[in-house]
C-alpha cells in the first residue's frame, strides 16, 4: 500500500511539472481538463494564483507601450518562430506591462499588422486581474477619435484574453523627452492635440488615470496617439473597476489626490493634471517631481511644488509656464475646468492671443514657495519668530546685555544665511546627500553657538535638539536620522564640558543625564519609523533591503 501511494505521489509529481513546463515554455495547457485529470492538484494550482498575483513586476515590465521605442530590444517569441494564436500570428514582442504583453501580430483573414495585447497570467490570472483587462478592451473599444489608439476586436483563446489595437510603429513622447527640452511652440502643439483626444475619452465616460510621455505613441508624421487604458476608470457608479482604493498609477505623473489614494476625488481634473506633467517634462527635460524612490516621489507630489519652469528652462515663455502650472495645481477646483478648456488656452497660446492662466498673488506664490522649499522656509520662519521673541526680551525686559544680545541676533542672522547657501547646495550639488548631512551639522552647530552665547545649559532653547532629531526624519534617511542623533548629543555633551571647565557647577546633573538618554531615544525611535517606511518603499519597488 505504502508502494502504491508513494506510486501515486510521483504520478501527481510528474504531471505538475509538466503542467509547469508547459507554461514556462509560453504554451498554455488546458486547465479543466488537467484539473479533471488530477483534482488533487486544485489547491496547488490554487497556491500558483497566488504567487503569480504576488510576484512584483521585473524592470522590463514597467509601464505597457505599444511601441518598442520604450522597451527592451524586440524579441520573436520564440526562437524566431512565427507562434499562431486563434486567428492571429504572433511575430515579435514590443511591450509589456504589470497586467499585459503586446505582440506585433498579422491577423490571417485580413492579412493586416495590429498590436495584439495578451492578459500577462494567463489561466493564472486572478478575476480582478481579468476584469480590469476586460475593462481596458471595452472602454478601448468605445472610443473613435484620430488621435487614439483603436481597437478592432477583443476575445479569448485558450483561457487567455487579447484584444487586437492598431499598430503605431513610430515612437513615443518619453523618447521624445530623452533628446532634451523641445521647442515651446512643439510641446505646446502637441500637448494640445492630446488635450483634445483625453477630452474625448471623458466625453465616454471614461478617466485615464495613467496618462505619461510612454503611453502617448508618435507615428512616423509625429502624430499623437494615446494608449494603454489599464487603470482607466469608468464613471459608471456600478463598475466594480471603480471601488478599488490602492494607490496605482506612475508616481512622476500621477495627481495629488491620487497619489493620496482619494479615490473620490479622481475625476477628469486629475487627468488634466497629468497632462500638464506631461507639458511640464517636454519643456524641462524632466517630470515636475523625481525622486530617488516612488515614495520620495509620492511625497512630492502630495506635499512639494514643482520647481518653475523658467528656472529650468528659462526659453519657456511666460504664458505657457503659467498654463503649465495652472494644470499642476494641488486642489483639483484650482487647475482647468476640463481637457478642452487646457486645449482652448493652449490654443490661444499658440495663436499668440491673452491665456486664461493668470499667475498668483503674492500671499499664494509665497505658499507655493514655501511648499516649493520646504525645509528653507521652515528654518527662515523659525529664526525668524526666535528673532522677534529675542528683541522684544531685550526691549521690554532690559535684562540682557547689549552684547549678548547682539551676539545672538547675528548667530541667528549667520544660521539663515547657511539655511540659503545648504538650500542652494541642495538643488545644484552633485550629490544631495552630503548637502543634507552638510545642512544637519550646521543647525545642531549653531544651535550649539546660541546655547553657549545665551550661557544657559537649563533654558527652553534646548527642546531644540530633539526638535532637529525629529525634523530629520523627513528626509527619510536612516543615516541622517543617526548622524543629526550623534552630533546634538555630542555638542551638548561639549556645552556640559565648557560649562565644567569655566567653574560650573551641576546642581542639576541628573536633569542633563536624562535629556542626553532622551535625545539617543528619540533618535532611535524616529530612526526605526524611518527604516519602517522605506521597507515598505522597498517593498513596493520590488527590491530587497540593502
Known sequence: MAADANSHDDALAAALDSYLAELQTGRMPDRASFLARHPELAAMLDCLDQLEQLAPPSSAQAGAVNSSADSPVPRQPEAGAVIDFDRYELLEEIGRGGMGVVYKARQKGLDRVVALKIILAGQLASPEVVRRFLAESRAAARLQHPNIVRVFEAGEFQGRHFFAMELVTGSNLAALARRGPLDPMDAARLVSTVARAVEHLHSQGIIHRDLKPSNILLDENGRPFVTDFGLAKLLDAQSQVTQSGVIAGTPSYMPPEQAAGRVAQIGPRSDVY???AILYELLAGRPPFRAESPL???VQVIESEPTL???VNPRVPRE??????????KSPDAR???????ADDLERFLKGDAVEARPHGVWQQARRWARREPALASRLIGLAICALIAQANYLALHNVPLSLHVNVMVTLAVWMLVSVACQWLLR??????AARFVWAAADVLLLTAVLKEDDALVSPITVGYPMLI????LWFRVPLVAFTTVVSVLCYGALLADNFANGGIFERWNWHAVFVVTLGVIGFVVAYQVRRVRALSRFYEGRPLP
Do not use: F, K, V
Open 296 to 298: 520620495d516621489t509620492l
Open 428 to 433: 545644484h550639488d552633485r550629490w544631495p546627500g
Open 309 to 311: 519652469l523658467r528656472d
Open 470 to 473: 525629529a525634523a530629520s526624519g
Open 336 to 342: 482647468y475646468p476640463s481637457a478642452a478648456a487646457l
Open 274 to 276: 497629468s497632462l500638464g
Open 320 to 329: 505657457l509656464e503659467l498654463i503649465c502650472l495652472r494644470c499642476l495645481e
